[in-house]
């Protein structure tokens, strides 16, 4: 088994590696590694890498994502990390938009996958609870159907990146 990495693979890292030299603002290097992120840090950079196609490396070409082989979505892993930037926005493009396009309705996949792609919609996480803390099987909140929507009830801690959400995915 050969392990090296293809002439094809090597070319792509030269172009990530690049791309990052060239494009990631200055003003951000750094943040990441002290976690001093704001809201318009993460969007200078997605939008960045919404202009070349990469704000979604792990997603389909048919849902406006890179459609990258598993080899080349490491080599961008690896090259991100290099460089110390800042990932793809957390929680849609990494947790709901793969959920949405794999499960969800045509009429699902038409109003949310575009704003998570563009970065004008953002998602935080709700999985922490009083008394429970990240143990998923204690949580309490329960969502009760009642006609066409359903009743959420119960408390979230540590909504992670809450301050910035305009939508949530919660257990």
């Known amino acids: 088994m050969d392990l090296n990495f293809s002439s094809e693979e090597i070319a792509f890292r030269n172009e990530v590696r690049a791309f990052i030299e060239e494009n990631y603002p200055k003003h951000l290097k750094g943040k990441v590694l002290r976690e001093d992120l704001s809201k318009e840090d993460f969007l200078a950079w997605h939008k960045i890498l919404g202009k070349k196609g990469w704000s979604a490396p792990a997603w389909p070409k048919e849902y406006g994502g890179t459609g990258w082989t598993a ?5 961008w892993l690896e090259e991100n990390a ?8 957390p929680f849609g493009v990494s947790m709901v938009g793969p959920v949405i396009y794999t499960f969800g309705t045509p009429e699902q996949k038409q109003k949310y996958l575009p704003g998570i792609l563009s970065g004008d919609v953002w998602w935080c996480q709700g999985y922490s609870e009083p008394g429970a803390g990240s143990d998923l099987a204690s ?14 009830n119960g408390q979230k801690t540590w909504t992670t990146l809450g301050q910035h959400a305009d939508w949530g995915f919660f257990l």
């Open 71 to 75: 080899t080349q979505r490491y080599i």
């Open 82 to 89: 290099r460089g110390e930037t800042i990932p793809p926005l």
């Open 139 to 152: 949580l309490k909140t329960r969502a009760v159907r009642e006609g066409d929507y359903y009743i959420v």
